[in-house]
């Protein structure tokens, strides 16, 4: 079993920054492709970025590319998202995803963290 913990959540203003992580633990971190994901009530959870084991292949939603960069750091089994110039429409409930299989639309994942708040706001 794979257990996944985000973390970095908050307030922020618009235009700031924000860091997430997810801490993944239970099975060989290195193995597994990782994304992001967000919701907001009402909504499906919508897909954000992907990266692969190695961290050399990536892939983005349209709707953050070129603000959001996904990360990995395989030595301490952790994945990031860096958001930088944040909108208030970023606002929702972020979750990490794990799955043994890199998929550049990022449909399909087995995993999942229990999900971090962020909220944009002045």
């Known amino acids: 079993q794979v257990q996944l913990v985000e973390s970095g959540g908050g307030l922020v203003q618009p235009g700031g920054s924000l860091r997430l992580s997810c801490a993944v633990s239970g099975r060989t971190f290195s193995n597994y492709a990782m994304g992001w994901f967000r919701q907001t009530p009402g909504k499906e959870r919508e897909f954000l970025a992907t990266?692969?084991?190695?961290?050399?292949?990536?892939s983005y939603a349209d709707s953050v590319k070129g603000r959001f960069t996904i990360s990995r750091d395989n030595a301490k089994n952790t994945a990031y998202l860096q958001m930088n110039s944040l909108k208030p429409e970023d606002t929702a409930i972020y979750y990490c995803?794990?799955?043994?299989?890199?998929?550049?639309?990022?449909?399909?994942?087995?995993?999942w963290g229990q999900g971090t708040q962020v909220t944009v706001s002045s």
């Open positions: 995803a794990a799955d043994p299989v890199y998929r550049p639309k990022g449909s399909l994942f087995d995993y």
């Open positions: 990266i692969n084991w190695s961290g050399d292949r990536t």
